[in-house]
């Protein structure tokens, strides 16, 4: 694993207009960076990315299967009562899930560090599944990198055959809250996948969805919501005016309800208690837990539910390091041993899998000059090369 140097293409910010890549600049900094990209061998990225994230994925599922039939389980993840036998049945009726995101710590050798699981509502999904692939193919037909050059990107392709399986209910909505170009132009990829995937779609912003008379949901015309997907986490849905209806309605999810237990993470603590010592896995502990002593060198706290680094904050020594501050100071955390993302220079850097349909089929790159990623660290191209 090689950070490698590289001249931009010169037009490629009059193509992301075009292409309406249009959050590829954040508060006048850079968003999309291509003044370099990571360099894999075919093996590190099968052996310590690829193969890792479906073992990891496969372990998380069994914890599904275990939380949802202990109460106990359900109670530590703060999940809301309410909500205790509806995400119970959507599991054992088999709700297909769509995607997610596993983010690692990997310097190129492994094991890598698995940090925690976007599973419910990942972004950086445009970028990684199209314009970074579109990056590769102009940069091999402009001489710019090795024409041998591949990338670990099958993210689209499977998201349209996934989405064609999943057959939900049509009109399919797509749903994100007001005001974020980021959100808007994730949703809008993601319908376009659906296009694609055969299926009629509308669009309806989070703020506009209501509830009928008889407990459906509804767009702004009052039409019924057959089928939702919605970038937007299953814990604020559930505190929405709205939520309590969702039990009870016959709108169709995507993500799932079940994939409120996989996006929490109190699954880091679950897993290290089910699988102690596993080489992907840090050790973690619930905050109210006896762990004094045990990560003495350093931890970092973590909300159960919590976004783009928000309110996480890294103790190295028994000092606080790194904070980031943000809206998930009100709720439970949970410890993580700390293993700094490895540094490239001055930046540091964390590798993101993409789960599509119970599949590793993706990797994307973010870094940053924190250890902490955020919603402005930058995002980095990727190349395969022997």
């Not at 797509?174 to 993601?190: A, L, N, P």
């Not at 006896?290 to 919590?306: D, E, I, N, T, Y």
């Not at 390091?321 to 490239?344: L, M, N, S, T, W």
Request: with cysteine.
């Amino acid at each position: 694993m090689k950070r490698i140097k590289i001249e931009e293409r010169h037009d490629w910010k009059q193509l992301a207009r075009q292409l309406g890549f249009k959050f590829h600049t954040i508060d006048s900094e850079p968003y999309w960076d291509e003044s370099a990209y990571y360099r894999f061998t075919l093996a590190q990225v099968e052996n310590h990315i690829e193969d890792p994230s479906a073992e990891i994925h496969a372990m998380c599922l069994d914890l599904v299967d275990r939380a949802v039939a202990d109460e106990m389980l359900l109670e530590q993840l703060c999940i809301p009562p309410h909500y205790w036998d509806h995400i119970r049945e959507s599991w054992l009726r088999g709700d297909k899930q769509l995607y997610g995101r596993m983010d690692f710590s990997y310097n190129g050798e492994g094991p890598a560090c698995f940090y925690e699981y976007n599973a419910d509502t990942p972004t950086s999904l445009y970028e990684s599944a199209f314009f970074q692939w579109v990056w590769l193919e102009q940069c091999i037909e402009r001489g710019l990198i090795p024409a041998a050059s591949d990338q670990f990107n099958a993210i689209q392709e499977h998201l349209i055959a996934a989405l064609a399986e999943i057959d939900p209910p049509t009109p399919l909505y797509f749903s994100c809250c007001k005001e974020s170009e980021e959100d808007r132009g994730t949703v809008q990829y993601m319908e376009d996948c659906a296009v694609q995937a055969g299926l009629k779609t509308r669009f309806v912003y989070i703020e506009d969805i209501g509830i009928s008379p008889d407990g459906e949901f509804t767009d702004s015309d009052s039409n019924t919501i057959p089928a939702l997907f919605k970038l937007y986490p299953w814990e604020f849905m559930m505190a929405e005016r709205f939520g309590p209806s969702i039990p009870e309605s016959q709108t169709w999810f995507i993500e799932p309800v079940w994939k409120a237990l996989l996006s929490n993470k109190g699954i880091l603590p679950l897993l290290w208690q089910r699988h102690p010592g596993h080489p992907n896995l840090l050790e973690a502990y619930f905050e109210e837990a006896q762990h004094q002593g045990k990560m003495a060198a350093g931890w970092v706290r973590k909300p159960l539910f919590s976004r783009e680094g928000s309110n996480i904050s890294v103790v190295i020594d028994g000092d606080l390091c790194e904070k980031v501050d943000g809206p998930y100071d009100d709720g439970a955390y949970i410890r993580q041993r700390y293993a700094p993302p490895p540094a490239f220079g001055e930046q540091y850097t964390i590798v993101g899998s993409w789960i599509v349909a119970d599949r590793a089929v993706g990797m994307s790159i973010r870094e940053d000059s924190s250890v902490i990623t955020k919603d402005t660290s930058r995002f980095i191209p990727h190349v395969i090369l022997e």
